[in-house]
């Protein structure tokens, strides 16, 4: 028995060392911690969590912005060398995490943003920031029938030659037929209160347009047999993002239903990028 405590007590100062090495705040690290009540800055109250992030309409969270504004005074070192450290409380919904983490990829000012949800500490996720710009968000725009779009090529027709709008769709469709060829654009939906289909997956697994396929699996296990599989396939292997998942989640649900799962698709070593739905 007395071993038996001795672990247990082992086991906490590990936690405890760990929450406080990641909620500790630093010259170069801000702490930002959510429960469903208030948020804090450094340990600091900057608001209410209902007014903010459930009536606030907005995805950006103006006292957080204010509070990073500061720093756009201070050019005594480089703004990317600021990391910020995220908790949020199990009982949060994925509005408020969702929230968070959009207004500060609205600043500039950050290099790096970690996140843990409920006590987690141990296991921070890096999150990213999904750069507009990038090839693989070019990609993403997906049609309702499937066929992958590049929404930085299309463009009004008005006043254009025959010739110009025939070079003009030629020209769409090999974009699309690059972007078919070289991402798979996973796409994960997670669902807890669908319990037939809570998790559904669709990607482009055959590298062609049409090649898009969506699996619906009714328990864990058998998502997490699928997710081996494809890591697995060859085919697969040499994708552009192969490392890069869109994980899609309920607004009012919360982050504690679902944080294992981020958690388990970190350690396979994906990249999640966010989107968010309504019930």
């Known amino acids: 028995m007395k071993r038996i405590l001795l672990l247990a007590l082992l086991l906490f100062l590990a936690g405890c060392h760990e929450e406080n090495a990641f909620m500790t705040p630093s010259e170069n690290v801000v702490v930002i911690d959510v429960n469903s009540r208030e948020y804090f800055i450094n340990g600091q109250k900057v608001g209410d969590s209902f007014k903010d992030f459930l009536q606030n309409g907005d995805w950006r969270v103006q006292p957080i912005l204010d509070f990073f504004s500061q720093f756009k005074q201070d050019r005594s070192k480089p703004l990317d060398e600021k990391e910020v450290h995220v908790h949020v409380a199990g009982n949060c919904t994925f509005n408020a995490f969702g929230k968070v983490l959009t207004t500060l990829n609205f600043e500039p000012l950050v290099g790096k943003v970690l996140y843990v949800i409920d006590k987690d500490f141990s296991s921070p996720i890096p999150a990213v920031n999904p750069a507009m710009d990038s090839e693989v968000q070019r990609?993403?725009?997906?049609?309702?029938?499937?066929?992958?779009?590049?929404?930085?090529?299309?463009?009004?027709?008005?006043?254009?030659?025959?010739?110009?709008?025939?070079?003009?769709?030629?020209?769409?469709?090999?974009?699309?037929?690059?972007?078919?060829?070289?991402?798979?654009?996973?796409?994960?939906?997670?669902?807890?209160?669908?319990?037939?289909?809570?998790?559904v997956v669709s990607l482009n697994e055959l590298g062609f347009l049409g090649g898009n396929r969506t699996y619906n699996f009714a328990s864990e296990d058998e998502?997490?047999?699928?997710?081996?599989?494809?890591?697995?396939?060859?085919?697969?292997?040499?994708?552009?993002?192969?490392?890069?998942?869109?994980?899609?989640?309920?607004?009012?649900?919360?982050?504690?239903?679902?944080?294992?799962?981020?958690?388990?698709?970190?350690?396979?070593?994906?990249?999640?990028?966010?989107?968010?739905?309504?019930?």
Not at 156 to 169: A, C, H, V
Not at 173 to 198: T, V
Not at 228 to 246: A, C, P
Request: neutral net charge; glycine residues 4%; aromatic residues 10%.
């Open 139 to 199: 990609c993403r725009n997906v049609s309702k029938g499937n066929i992958i779009k590049v929404s930085h090529m299309f463009k009004s027709e008005k006043g254009m030659t025959d010739d110009e709008i025939l070079q003009k769709r030629l020209d769409e469709k090999q974009q699309e037929a690059d972007c078919a060829e070289n991402f798979m654009m996973i796409n994960l939906i997670l669902n807890p209160y669908d319990k037939m289909s809570p998790f």
């Open 223 to 279: 998502f997490w047999q699928f997710v081996d599989e494809i890591r697995s396939r060859e085919s697969l292997q040499n994708k552009k993002d192969r490392d890069q998942i869109l994980v899609v989640v309920n607004r009012e649900a919360p982050v504690a239903s679902s944080s294992h799962i981020l958690r388990k698709l970190s350690e396979y070593g994906y990249e999640i990028m966010f989107g968010f739905t309504s019930m």
